[in-house]
Every structure is written in structure tokens, then in C-alpha cells.
């Protein structure tokens, strides 16, 4: 099976904020977005949003390379969808007294005569923290490399068009008004110090190249001690599809923002200046789903996230949700549900806080789709109907109002024999089988005791441990009341993602809980989970090789 970096995906998420947004008469309210692991070295991480306010008057907007013309002719599409949205939120800050930064990189002839580009070049050099080069590569110290494969220059279309530099100027529907700079060095810092300005909000593009990399982006920005935020649906990354981790374009682009909130800065939307949503690319069809992992019993926290990565990362967004690493009755980062299209869960006797809840409550009754593995049954129940915490809030009905199950234990076949599953022979063309062997196999997993199920649900899966169970339903669906639908399967150990099968009938559920129809064939590319796939260039490559030898040499 393939995997993937692992972490808390933008979203591959997308959390949207409050439509508060800042008004001319007090600071900018933002909703900064960042990632807090789990607890030290867990390599998971929770989705923290926290509102800020900022001075404008200490605040710049540095908008990076939104060239008139890239060599790659998706990239300069995206740039001319995005940059409308750009304009009204510069227009928007600018009015609020932000001092705006154009950053078009090698196109300062272009300028060279305008009182924008004097006022840069007219700015005194300072001293910063650290040297500031004309391009700042990967720090293998904080960073290590990039969750995604760019060495091919990021492409995405077919064929790959022919690289090059036919920029001359920033894209003409972004407005340089009088007050605003225009650079493409250090300049940039030298202006924010001459003006007290501490604070600084990027955009523009590549989110993994230029973005991270210019002297007056994200890297040497964090160096000289300025807060510095991402407004990352204003960014767009060099990333081709077919490259590892063989996800869509959009779903690169969602983990590199997770990677710049986990190693970087946090990030903004533009909801924060303009209200709405967020804004989103034309292209980007993908529907959102949102995975909830909290049990500790089978290791879901490890075995889901690189499963949906490599299966859905084409045709979803996707948000990964832990429970605490310090409370067991607590799931950060639920409020994802809000925005999410599906569910998968794998959740086991989490008493949470009413509030947190709520979400899920919400999610279920606007009759959204459910995918429960396993432990998801009873999910919210408490063991012995013991009393919920102050202020928390079980569901014991949770197994019967979602899935129409009817969970009452089970089966010990420890020291016994194997467990046997099979398609229900009544439903042996549901769509959810399509793709698998058809032909029964063993699995790990105790079988739970689920019968008898309530009107509404279909069998998909039987089981039995012969000779000590009667046969049982391990798999099946459910229409709610709420009208939304549900899948549930009682599989879910770490041994049962190594079947085929069971990752056939995983992934096509989702599928049919999307409402969408399943790849003939699952592509299944084996990568290390955990660790960075890629560096941002063949130019890093060799950086990064030469910073790990001297660390190395220096821990001698």
C-alpha cells in the first residue's frame, strides 16, 4: 500500500473563517490557522485556529510574483483567476493603511522609472538578523523538504510546456497605487524597517518556490523576527500531479500550506478582509473529507492518514482530525466538519466537550455522509453508561441513529480459530464490491456481535468464526432519518489495511458516499511514511546534502 507525509492535510484543509473581517475604524481582526502536534514527536498534528488583531499602520501585504505571464500556461491561468480576489483585498488593506509591497521578481526594468520602485530603492540598508541572499533554499535544520516532488518544475499540463522566464511585469489587473513599493531584494525589509512595520502577510505565487524562497518572502521574513502569516488561499504551488505523492494539483498545493503552518508561519484567508468564502480555483472540483481518529486500540491515527493520502488525494480535500494526546474525552479541530462534504470515523468511547459535539451533531442532521470503521460504533458511548464530565456530552445512541447497528460486544477468538468474510450473497452487486476478489478471507479482527440491524440497512459484508459464532453483518448501509446515508464496516485492525479487499471496499464506500464513481483501479505508490517525499529543487537537493553533512559533522 502506498504511503504518504503524514500530518494534518489542509487542509490537505480548509478551514473557513468567521466572515469578521476588519473595518476601517480599528485594527484587522484575523483568524490565524497553524499546526500543533499532537504531543513531541508524534508526527500528528492538531488544526489551531486563534483570532488576532493587528495594527495596520505596523502591517505590509507582500504579493510575490504575480507575473503577467509564466512559462507554464496553468500556472499563468491561476494567476489570472486569482488575481481579481488579490486586487479587492490589497484595495481593501490598502484603505485601512497597509502598506502594500509589489514583489514581481526580475522585472525591476520594467519599473525602473516609477515613483514606486524609487520609493523601494530610496529605503536604507539595514542589518538584519541573518545575511538576506537573493534566493533562500530549504533549511534542512527546521524543515528537512517539501511534501511534494517539484524537481520536474511543477507542470501540471499535458504535455508539460516549455520552461522559460517571458515574465516582464506583475500581472496589470493588480493596481499599484501611489504610497505602495515596488522590489524584488531585500528593499522590501529595509521599507518595513524604515516604517516600524513588524507584521507582514504574503501572497501571490509559487507557494513552494518564490513564496517560501525570495528575500522578501516567508523564510528570510521569519528570520529577521517579523510575524509573518500566509493568506493561503491568495497562493497557487508549482506542483504536477504526477509527480509523488501523485495527488491533484490542489491537494499539493493544500500540503505545502501544511507544511508552511506546521514548520513556517501561520495562515490567513481573505475572508478576513472581504467576509464570504474562501476563495477557491475553478478546477479544484474536489469534494472535502474530514477524517476523525481518536482510539488508541487499533492505531488508526497511523494507518488511515496515509491510506486516504494515497486513495482519495485526487478527488478530495482532505482534513485529519486526532483526538488529544492529553485528554482522552477531547477532539481539536472538529469545527472542520462545518465545511466538509464526508465523514470517516474512527472514533471509540469518546466522551467529548457539548461544544466540540455540536459538530458532529450538525454534520449528521444536515444529512451528510458517514463512513464508521470499527471502534466508530460506539463512537460517543460510555462504558457502564457512566456519567459524562460537566460539560461533556456522550451519545449512546450514536451506533443506531447512524449506522443502524446494533453493537452488543464481541466474539473472544483468541487461540481460536480465524474469522471468515464474505459478500453478503444477496447483495453481491453493490457497488461498494465492485473491484474486489469476491471470494471470502480470513482477517484478525474479533467479530462483533451486530445483529439484529434496523430497517434501512443493505448487508455488503458477512462474517463468522466457525464453530463459535453464528454468522454476522460486518459491513453494511444505512438510509438515516435525517435522509443522509451511511456505511459502516467492523474492520479496521492494522493486519485488515494489508487485504486488498478491505481496501477496495473502503475506499469505494467513500466514493459512494460522495455520490462519486470509483477508479477502475486504485494506483498504489509506495513512499516513506512520515518523512518529507521531495526538495524543492535539483539546486536544494545539493544544499540540503551539504547542510545535513556539515550538522552532521558538527554533532561529531
Not at 445 to 458: I, R
Amino acid at each position: 500500500m502506498r504511503t504518504l507525509f503524514v500530518g494534518t492535510v489542509l487542509g490537505f484543509v480548509s478551514l473557513i473563517a468567521s466572515p469578521v473581517h476588519a473595518s476601517d475604524d480599528d485594527g484587522l481582526k484575523l483568524h490565524t490557522r497553524t499546526r500543533v502536534e499532537t504531543s513531541p514527536g508524534s508526527g500528528r498534528f492538531h488544526t489551531v485556529v486563534r483570532q488576532e488583531e493587528w495594527d495596520p499602520s505596523r502591517t505590509a501585504i507582500v504579493i510575490c510574483d504575480m507575473w503577467d505571464k509564466h512559462w507554464c500556461q496553468g500556472a499563468t491561468r491561476r494567476v489570472a483567476e486569482m488575481a481579481p480576489r488579490m486586487n479587492e483585498v490589497i484595495a481593501t488593506a490598502r484603505k485601512q493603511g497597509v502598506f502594500i509591497i509589489h514583489c514581481p521578481s526580475d522585472t525591476m526594468k520594467f519599473y525602473a522609472n516609477t515613483p514606486e520602485r524609487k520609493l523601494a530603492q530610496s529605503a536604507p540598508k539595514v542589518a538584519g538578523r541573518t545575511p538576506i541572499p537573493d534566493r533562500c533554499s530549504l533549511d534542512f535544520r527546521k524543515e528537512h523538504g517539501l511534501p511534494i516532488d517539484d524537481s520536474d518544475g511543477g507542470c501540471n499540463c499535458v504535455p508539460q510546456c516549455k520552461q522559460g522566464s517571458p515574465w516582464r511585469r506583475q500581472i496589470d489587473v493588480l493596481k499599484i497605487e501611489p504610497g505602495d513599493a515596488v522590489t524584488d531584494s531585500a528593499e522590501a525589509y529595509y521599507l518595513m524597517r524604515e516604517r516600524g512595520i513588524d507584521n507582514v502577510i504574503l501572497m501571490g505565487v509559487h507557494t513552494n518556490m518564490c513564496v517560501l524562497g525570495r528575500p522578501f518572502a516567508i523564510r528570510k521574513m521569519v528570520e529577521q523576527g517579523q510575524r509573518v502569516v500566509l493568506m493561503q488561499d491568495m497562493t497557487d504551488t508549482m506542483y504536477n500531479s504526477r509527480m509523488s505523492p501523485y495527488v491533484s494539483h490542489f491537494t499539493g498545493n493544500d500540503l505545502v500550506v501544511e507544511h508552511i503552518e506546521k514548520y513556517w508561519c501561520p495562515t490567513i484567508t481573505s475572508v478576513d478582509f472581504l467576509g464570504g468564502k474562501t476563495f477557491r480555483f475553478s478546477e479544484d472540483k474536489r469534494k472535502h473529507l474530514a477524517v476523525v481518529m481518536a482510539e488508541d486500540e487499533y492505531k488508526t491515527n497511523e494507518t488511515l492518514p496515509p491510506f486516504v493520502l494515497s486513495h482519495f488525494g485526487q478527488d478530495f480535500k482532505i482534513s485529519l482530525i486526532h483526538g488529544s494526546d492529553q485528554s482522552r474525552d477531547d477532539i481539536p479541530g472538529l469545527e472542520l466538519l462545518d465545511d466538509a462534504d464526508i465523514a470517516l470515523l474512527s472514533i471509540r468511547r469518546r466522551v467529548i466537550p457539548a461544544v466540540q459535539l455540536a459538530h458532529m451533531r450538525k454534520f449528521i442532521a444536515d444529512g451528510k455522509p458517514v463512513i464508521g470503521i470499527r471502534t466508530a460504533c460506539h463512537a460517543f458511548a460510555t462504558k457502564d453508561n457512566k456519567k459524562p464530565a460537566e460539560g461533556h456530552e456522550a451519545w449512546e445512541k450514536f451506533d443506531p441513529e447512524v449506522f443502524g447497528g446494533n453493537y452488543h460486544g464481541h466474539y473472544n477468538n483468541k487461540g481460536t480459530k480465524e474469522t471468515l468474510i464474505w459478500p453478503s450473497k444477496e447483495n453481491v452487486s453493490n457497488p461498494i464490491l465492485a473491484g474486489t476478489s469476491g471470494k471470502p478471507f480470513p482477517v484478525t479482527s474479533w467479530l462483533y456481535k451486530t445483529g439484529p440491524l434496523l430497517k434501512g440497512t443493505t448487508p455488503i459484508l458477512m462474517g463468522q468464526i466457525q464453530d463459535v459464532s453464528p454468522e454476522e453483518v460486518v459491513a453494511w448501509t444505512f438510509t438515516r432519518k435525517d435522509g443522509g446515508k451511511s456505511f459502516y464496516v467492523a474492520l479496521g485492525h492494522p493486519d485488515d489495511f494489508q487485504i486488498a479487499d478491505f481496501r477496495r471496499l473502503l475506499s469505494n464506500a467513500i466514493y459512494w458516499g460522495a455520490n462519486l464513481t470509483a477508479p477502475e483501479k486504485f494506483e498504489e505508490h509506495a513512499t516513506s511514511v512520515g518523512k518529507p517525499v521531495a526538495v524543492n529543487s535539483v539546486l536544494d537537493r545539493i544544499r540540503s546534502g551539504l547542510e545535513e553533512a556539515k550538522l552532521k559533522k558538527t554533532a561529531k
